[in-house]
């Protein structure tokens, strides 16, 4: 577990007031009625926080590391917008185990949140398998959750999503920032096509994530005149990918796509592709893949991948931003740093704006829900609100490459709802 305060030493938590029960007797007839309390003026050094759920170490520890970050500096920028009395704090704990992104463990991590009665949002986790074991624990605490990165589609529309809420159903509590999987899937199969590639061969890394978006990008893929030549479904913690792609060679595509992310193999397949004679083939994936470099340094080249993003660099409303990130991190954003942001600042806002109405008390968990879902922020990927779903309804994507071992930008694409 790992614990980062983003703003000044953390103070006594006072308790959460709320509704008392007082009875009163008539004659020999005793009646029980609920009164609500007025809530106490919050005393100094109140704390409220959000939780960010993230892989912090292991194979996405990159791009889990500067996606915290983000969302660290939008906690910590919020603070001047604190109500007098209040402090956030952001508590940060790491879902990868033995390397990997963990379903499991993302549901210990959110039930600590839970625990805490100072916690009212959770920004992550960064991986749509997390979030599909997430949601309902979430859901059934009534504790907002915003998503930076998760993609997959049916984790807000359709009967999946309705059984991820079955506990709370008539409360929304997931949002997320980014599109979805079936956006990705049909713009890379597009943008496939664009370049001229007419046979695919498809891996999929069998999580959630991986098979959306592999399933959208075969389906798109071949309704555009595109062959799928095979698919292959890989097992967990497989390292050694020789065989399979021998099998790969053989079938000599044009592009091998990739439905994962690095750490559950879209490195390594990358990396022994150059082995069995594969190196001048190009390589496709979602944003799974925007850490290929890590792993395949200067053998990433070739390959082609999107954001569930804009690009933040070349955003005019993300220059503060970006310039801020840089001089407190002594680095360059991450893919999703500024997704981040924008999701952790979405929280704070809503934690702002219930505790203006909570007359000074710690608000309930339920109207910090609901003023996220009324959200309409401006951010630095542009403005947020969300549908009836959860879904942001100004969704952008992004075209990428890599040459040098570095992502280069290709396009950014505005899609329409």
Do not use: W
Request: include cysteine.
């Amino acid at each position: 577990m790992r614990l980062i305060l983003a703003t000044a030493a953390l103070a006594a938590l006072a308790a959460c007031s709320g509704a008392n029960n007082a009875s009163t007797s008539k004659n020999t007839t005793t009646t029980t009625t609920a009164v609500t309390a007025a809530p106490s003026p919050a005393p100094p050094g109140q704390v409220v926080k959000i939780g960010i759920d993230l892989p912090l170490s292991g194979g996405d520890a990159s791009v889990g590391i500067s996606t915290e970050q983000g969302a660290l500096l939008a906690i910590d920028q919020a603070q001047k917008n604190m109500p007098h009395g209040y402090t956030l704090q952001g508590e940060a704990l790491d879902d990868s185990v033995q390397g990997v992104h963990n379903p499991e463990q993302g549901v210990s991590n959110v039930r600590s949140f839970i625990s805490d009665a100072a916690v009212l949002a959770v920004v992550g986790p960064y991986n749509s398998n997390v979030a599909r074991a997430e949601i309902p624990v979430t859901n059934a605490a009534g504790l907002a959750q915003i998503g930076p990165s998760v993609v997959a589609d049916n984790l807000t529309i359709g009967p999946d999503a309705a059984q991820l809420r079955r506990t709370n159903p008539s409360m929304n509590t997931f949002f997320r920032v980014c599109t979805t999987d079936s956006r990705q899937g049909s713009a890379l199969a597009q943008f496939a096509r664009s370049l001229g590639f007419k046979r695919t061969y498809i891996i999929d890394d069998n999580e959630t994530y991986g098979l959306d978006l592999a399933d959208r990008f075969e389906k798109d893929f071949t309704a555009d005149g595109g062959t799928v030549l095979a698919r292959d479904h890989l097992a967990k913690n497989t390292q050694d990918f020789k065989s399979l792609l021998l099998k790969v060679l053989a079938a000599k595509p044009d592009v091998v796509f990739f439905g994962g992310v690095t750490s559950t193999g879209g490195g390594l397949i990358r990396k022994q592709m150059f082995s069995v004679g594969l190196g001048k083939t190009a390589y496709m994936g979602g944003d799974g893949l925007a850490d290929l470099g890590t792993v395949a340094a200067a053998q990433a080249d070739g390959s082609y991948y999107t954001l569930a993003a804009p690009n933040a660099q070349k955003l005019p409303a993300a220059r503060a931003f970006v310039k801020t990130y840089r001089a407190k991190y002594n680095a360059d954003i991450g893919p999703y740093s500024a997704n981040a942001y924008a999701a952790a600042q979405v929280a704070a806002n809503a934690i702002i704006r219930a505790i203006g109405s909570s007359k000074g008390a710690i608000p309930a968990r339920a109207a910090v829900v609901a003023n996220v879902a009324a959200t309409k922020l401006e951010t630095p990927i542009g403005p947020i609100s969300f549908d009836k779903y959860g879904d942001v309804t100004n969704p952008v994507l992004s075209l990428y490459g890599f040459k040098n071992g570095q992502p280069y930008f290709i396009r950014q694409i505005q899609l329409k709802l």
